[in-house]
């Protein structure tokens, strides 16, 4: 038990459509990210949020957007989706700062599978 | 950029079998390592980490050293057991503050009792 939490765990959406992702970090934990983890590959890192504010993006396109609420929760949307955006997508939190060493644990939720159909 | 390769899955052993999982990395500066493993249909659970050269994560009977000299970060446990059968992921993180985890494809390892 991490302490992430995340919302829904399954889903099913139409190509074209838009779907919200939610996450709630573990108790005290500022740093918030998302990864995509297609099937039989390792997760990819698509944003991060610290204190309410991107500061780190992976190779994934403007659809793929984020918010951390005041609570340090957040939500990964995805626009126009596309049949290759069916995977798992996990969120981890962390208590960071971008001036502290690496190192930091960082703790997954279970995650949300996405299918496009 | 940051790179981790981690041998090819899957891997199959016997009950009590030792097992290594290789993993070789490529980072600039002095990156923290870590093992991740994932339960069928479950999220990804912290193994081990180890934060500096030499340094040796250990956690349930896995262990794995941090060699800078080979930049590798090899997974080793002496007894497995049918409950380790999993996917195991190598992964990284930078060498500053709050950088995001890059991670190998994974290596599915089942074991047979």
């Known amino acids: 038990e991490t302490g992430v939490t995340q919302s829904p765990t399954h889903l099913i959406k139409t190509r074209g459509q838009q779907v919200t992702l939610r996450c709630s970090s573990q108790s005290g934990h500022n740093t918030v990210s998302w990864y995509q983890q297609a099937l039989g590959q390792g997760p990819q890192f698509i944003f991060q949020y610290y204190r309410e504010e991107e500061n780190g993006r992976g190779n994934f396109p403007p659809r793929f957007s984020g918010l951390q609420f005041p609570n340090y929760s957040s939500e990964l949307n995805v626009n126009a989706l596309e049949l290759d955006d069916s995977a798992l997508y996990l969120c981890a939190s962390s208590l960071g700062s971008p001036r502290m060493s690496s190192g930091n644990t960082i703790y997954f939720g279970e995650g949300s599978w996405l299918t496009v159909v | 950029g940051n790179s981790v390769t981690q041998m090819e899955g899957p891997v199959t052993l016997s009950e009590e079998a030792f097992l290594t999982i290789n993993c070789t990395y490529t980072?600039?500066?002095?990156?923290?390592l870590f093992w991740y493993v994932q339960y069928p249909g479950e999220g990804l659970q912290l193994l081990l980490k180890?934060?500096?050269?030499?340094d040796k994560g250990s956690n349930k009977g896995f262990e794995a050293t941090y060699r800078k000299e080979t930049t590798s970060f090899h997974l080793e446990k002496g007894s497995v057991q049918v409950s380790d059968s999993a996917v195991y992921f190598c992964a990284l993180s930078g060498n500053s503050g709050n950088t995001p985890l890059v991670f190998g494809k994974g290596t599915r390892l089942s074991v047979i009792a």
């Open positions: 180890a934060t500096k050269a030499d």
């Open positions: 980072a600039t500066g002095y990156p923290s």
